[in-house]
């Protein structure tokens, strides 16, 4: 594949997350956490229904990347679970699914904390 048309595909997925995080942002009194959830839940709800894989498929790093991949991983781990274990699996089997991804977040947010000086906002 053309790596020029990889990158475009990419572009457009994500730059479609991010345009639709900027309308909320602009014509809602939605907080930025609210619309985080909203995007956390957007995921879960499109890998319940089978949506989000194609979405992945075609945009790659531009879908898994932002919050809305989390939430798909998420979802798709607690299916996995609950397939495999029952409800224990559903309850356990979406952070076994986000496991690395979050245990990286944890080590980068440490770093960042022992190299970096704190200072209070004026």
Do not use: H, W
């Not at 959830?37 to 229904?49: M, N, Y």
């Amino acid at each position: 594949m053309n790596i020029f048309l990889l990158y475009l595909q990419v572009f457009v997925v994500g730059g479609t997350f991010c345009l639709i995080g900027q309308i909320l942002i602009n014509t809602t009194k939605l907080t930025s956490a609210r619309i985080l959830v909203i995007f956390l839940l957007l995921g879960v709800v499109l890998e319940a229904a089978r949506l989000y894989q194609p979405i992945k498929e075609f945009g790659q790093a531009g879908a898994t990347v932002p919050i809305i991949g989390f939430g798909a991983n998420l979802a798709r781990g607690a299916i996995k679970g609950a397939l495999e274990r029952g409800f224990i699996g559903a309850m356990t089997g979406g952070v076994q699914s986000a496991a690395a991804g979050l245990a990286g977040v944890i080590a980068i947010g440490f770093a960042v904390a022992v190299f970096s000086k704190a200072r209070t906002k004026k």
